[in-house]
């Protein structure tokens, strides 16, 4: 079991930046893949970016490719997700989300935090 905490959300113009971070506690962080998901109001759950175990490999959703960067750090159990460039489009509430399967689908991911609000004004 792991436990997962999101942090960093906000109220940002368009073109600012914000840092996410996810806090893991329980079983080490470097047992799970990690990802990021957001849901904005109305929509469904959409794929932001994820991070296998061991960090070297990411992928992101062609929406933020280029914007956004994922990674972890196993020795302190967080995981962030830097994001540049915020659009409004960007407005969502955003999940941190583990499991041991790498996956871009959210019905993979088993443990999920309970989200940050990120809000970009144009």
């Known amino acids: 079991q792991v436990q997962l905490v999101e942090s960093g959300g906000g109220l940002v113009q368009a073109g600012d930046s914000l840092r996410l971070s996810c806090a893991a506690s329980?079983?080490?962080?470097?047992?799970?893949?990690m990802g990021w998901f957001r849901q904005a109001p109305g929509k469904e759950r959409e794929f932001v970016a994820a991070?296998?175990?061991?960090?070297?490999?990411?992928y992101y959703a062609d929406s933020v490719k280029g914007r956004f960067t994922i990674s972890r750090d196993n020795t302190k159990n967080t995981v962030s997700l830097q994001m540049n460039s915020l659009k409004p489009e960007d407005t969502a509430v955003y999940f941190c989300?583990?499991?041991?399967?790498?996956?871009?689908?959210?019905?993979?991911?088993?443990?999920w935090g309970q989200g940050t609000q990120v809000t970009v004004s144009s």
């Open positions: 989300a583990a499991d041991p399967v790498n996956s871009v689908y959210y019905t993979t991911y088993n443990y």
């Open positions: 329980g079983r080490t962080s470097s047992s799970y893949a």
């Open positions: 991070i296998e175990r061991s960090g070297s490999y990411s």
